[in-house]
């Protein structure tokens, strides 16, 4: 746009000077000559303000005799026209120029050089109204050079950068020239102007780069340009310094195979005045210098091929671009690296392959271009004719092949002529297909990793694993071999291996014993052989499941349960869960009245003493004995022996009411003891079921002051602590032993 701007201002400037010399020609060929009476007819024109003004005449050092003069009309009245009146008294010249129409207001003729001349142009409508300019001067004085031709400007943070043409004759004499500025609006220009270092170039470093600035050039005064004015003010529109910001999408052409349509957008810089964009296209591998557009709208479609792109768009006036947003296009991934058979290469050796196409493609291409590159480096391009082969050697290669590397390879058709050399870029190229190659192979000398053991049964396993890095295969992969054995800790036992794809990544061992550790190794294999094996991973069988028979029979007799239904349910629960009867009903407990009691203590006190010794009575009590003591105590086991000299652990004391020790005292006193205490008991001991509650309410019953009267079902509550047995340990001589009698 920039470039543009320059060359229709240059079409403009040379559109007026020709017009410009055109009309000086007619109006020069037309003077006449000048009588006293003409010059009487303009005597009562006067200078004024609003009358004509500005009158300036000039010529070039090249033909200093031939003089422009140049004026500005004045404003008082509609209808003008000129009379010009050129003198050079010394020889009595000059020359008459009456009735010039108001459109032009130049005049050219020829003069003198070493003779002052004097110049009038009058400006009349109606004759009251004429008015005058008048300019005096030396033509050596009337040499003018400029104003340029063409100004161009540019800017980049803070800096203005100018470029200026001059006209051809100017351009030999004009060394250096001035320039001035100042903002947008403002009436003072700056204090100091800038002075160029060359008739073309000139910089300020000094400027706001958001503020927009007018600029005026004037060349510098000399022998050859005594007069140089200013021209008129440029405007430098301020400085773009935010790229815009680009999206792009694409998809498959849908009649071209092989293209796809890239649809880019962006959005202008945030702030600026910008004319339009500059959009740059070129290959990624550096194959051209790119493609370049101008464009108003911020939109653009690309038709290009499953190459890689770069694309560059910058916003753009007449005094600055914008930085570029760069977009990597990349290839498509649908193409690259899929080898379908069209396309195939043989190495010759590290400086040569030959790529062959499947089709006849000589019908309709000549061009051709084929890519090829290793992962993450550059691409590597050769472009060539071939119009009867489906096949074509490259050599010498730009660069050479390596060893055990993997390349993708990708062949481009081009159908135009134009685009052999890549001159255009939009449009110009379609993919034909792709395929991947290795000039030498060799044996992976990597191994598949993080190998994994997943949904173990008894006698099988899923294995996991990861594949190998390319750079570890060094060729293309023909499958992956699995190694297993059992492992022992004291012996090996024989290994076994299964061969699968090298597209899987997960396979299922089978035929395993249960509950067995098993190690197992992977490695791959190309053309050239296998490669080093993986590190060795372990993993355990499941074990058999235990039967427990005893929870079998179990389940099976609830089963039965179950099925046979009440009458077992019943017969079960009177086995398991006998039915307890009632103390109060039982047979097992006699109440006991005064006489009872009486027949007792007399029955013990006649007790023959030759036939067994007493040795010690004891009468114990306990305060809160839990019932299944009590239980115990009312079956001791028969054969339970008490030491002659110790104690009970549960008794409490051996004294009587008196404190006098009654364990080892005399016979008589036990005796007596005993009557003593068991005159207040109520039970009598006659076999069958007899339970706590039963003995407590016998003991109420004895403790109960009117013997006689009791009742025979006593309430529970009248019932007080008391003794809780007698126990009496003798000696019998018939035995030979001691034995121990306990009464409740």
Known sequence: MLFIDRKITFLIFGLVFADYTTLSSQIQASPVKCRSRDFSSYEHCEIRPDGVHDL????????????????????????????????????????????????????????????????????????????????????????????????????????????????????????????????????????????????????????????????????????????????????????????????????????KKGRRV????????????????????????????????????????????????????????????????????????DQTGVPDGRLNVTVHHNNSFTVFWKDN?????????????????????????????????????P???????????????????????????????STYASTQFYSVEGSPVGAPTNISTSDITLDSAVLRWSCIPEEGIRGFLTDYTIYFMEYHQREASAERNVTVGPTLNSFELAGLKSDTVYQVQMSGSTSAGEGVRSATSFFKTKPKEKVDLGLIVGFVVVALVLICGSPVIKRVKVILWPSIPNPGRSN????????????????????????????????????????????????????????????????EDDTDSAGRDVSLSDPNTLLHTQQTNMQGSALAFAGGYTTVEMFQQGMNAAATPDVGKSSPDLDSTTMRPGLDYVRQVSYSPASGGERTSTFL
Request: proline share 5%; charged share 25%; net charge neutral.
């Open 361 to 397: 493609l000589s019908r309709s291409y000549v061009c051709y271009s084929v890519e090829w590159w290793e992962k993450e480096q550059k691409t590597i391009y050769m472009s060539f004719h071939e119009s009867k082969n489906n096949y074509r050697t490259l050599f010498p290669l």
């Open 399 to 429: 660069e050479p092949l390596k060893p055990y590397t993997r390349y993708n390879i990708t062949l481009h058709t081009r159908p135009n002529k134009d685009t052999c050399n890549m001159v255009r870029v939009n449009n110009s190229e």
């Open 262 to 333: 890239i649809s880019v957008a962006w959005t202008p810089p945030d702030r600026g005045q910008y004319d339009g964009y500059r959009v740059t296209v070129w290959k990624a591998s550096g194959e051209t210098r790119g493609e370049q557009t101008i464009t108003a709208q911020p939109h653009l479609r690309l038709v290009l091929s499953y190459s890689s792109y770069r694309l560059n768009v910058s916003a753009v006036n007449n005094a600055s671009v914008s930085p570029a947003a760069s977009v990597l296009i990349p290839r498509s991934e």
């Open 588 to 651: 097992a407990m006699q109440k006991i009245d005064g006489a009872d009691e009486l027949e007792l203590t007399e029955a013990i006190s006649i007790l023959n003493v030759d036939e067994w010794d007493v040795k010690s009575l004891h009468i114990l009590e306990r305060e809160a004995a839990s019932p299944a003591n009590v239980l115990t105590l009312l079956n001791p086991p028969e054969d339970e022996e008490d030491s002659a000299g110790s104690r009970s652990s549960w008794a």
């Open 56 to 255: 300036v005449c000039f010529g070039k050092h090249e033909t200093r005799s031939k003089k422009t003069c140049v004026w500005k009309p004045g404003n008082h009245t509609s209808e003008k026209n000129y009379t010009v009146i050129m003198r050079q008294r010394s020889r009595n010249y000059c020359s008459f120029y009456p009735n010039i129409e108001g459109s032009l207001k130049s005049v050219n003729f020829t003069v003198y050089e070493k003779l002052d001349m004097n110049v009038e142009v009058f400006e009349h409508g109606e004759a009251a109204n004429c008015t005058k300019a008048v300019f005096q001067g030396s033509p050596k004085d009337t040499l003018r050079c400029g104003p340029p031709q063409t100004a161009s400007f540019s800017r980049t943070a803070g800096r203005l950068q100018a470029r200026v043409s001059w006209l051809q004759d100017d351009m030999k004499v004009v060394d250096r020239y001035n320039m001035r500025y100042k903002t947008l609006g403002s009436r003072a220009w700056s204090e100091s102007f800038v002075r160029s270092e060359n008739g073309s170039s000139c910089r300020v470093d000094t400027l706001n780069s958001s503020l927009v600035y007018s600029v005026q050039i004037q060349c510098v005064p000399n022998d050859k340009c005594s007069q140089c004015p200013w021209s008129e003010a440029y405007t430098v529109p301020a400085a773009l310094t935010t790229p815009p910001i680009v999206q792009f999408h694409e998809k498959d052409h849908a009649r």
